[in-house]
């Protein structure tokens, strides 16, 4: 991949940790991820499975909603997220929080929030329920819904 790589006009890399070592490319750069519209995660999809995702996910429309739609890294913060959601829980206790976004299995510091989170004693966990609809399945109708979006 090196010889295809230095034989680019640029080389873009999303963090450091990435960087081949001795690569000599032109013109090399760091630029941190923005978000690809044309992705499949980013997809328009039907209402009826919005909805159904929703359904299934247990979250009560009715019920105050916190939100945070991200993937969960270390930038994004999601154990901070659950910090607010105590301190929020203690005024109003009927809010639910909801987590909605994916591991990059190409970011090493994925696996790190993930460890972290699973370090906690389970008394002081978050439960989390791991679904399998698209992601802007979820998210698009709890933007209707949500109080608070992180």
């Known amino acids: 991949m090196r010889s295809y790589l230095e034989e680019c006009d640029a080389v873009v890399f999303m963090m450091a940790d990435f960087l081949l070592p001795g690569l000599s490319a032109k013109n090399m750069a760091i630029i941190v991820p923005a978000i690809d519209s044309l992705a499949t995660k980013n997809m328009e999809l039907p209402e009826d499975l919005c909805r159904r995702a929703i359904a299934d996910s247990g979250v009560d429309p009715t019920r105050p909603l916190l939100a945070q ?9 999601p154990l901070g997220v659950m910090r607010a959601y105590r301190l929020i829980k203690e005024e109003i206790p009927a809010v639910q929080l909801v987590l909605i976004g994916a591991m990059a299995g190409d970011d090493p510091k994925d696996e790190k929030s993930w460890i972290a989170w699973k370090s906690k004693p389970q008394t002081t966990r978050i439960s989390l329920s791991s679904q399998t609809w698209p992601v802007s399945a979820v998210w698009r109708p709890t933007y209707s819904n949500v109080g608070l979006m992180l």
């Open 69 to 77: 739609v991200s993937r969960f890294d270390p930038w994004k913060d």
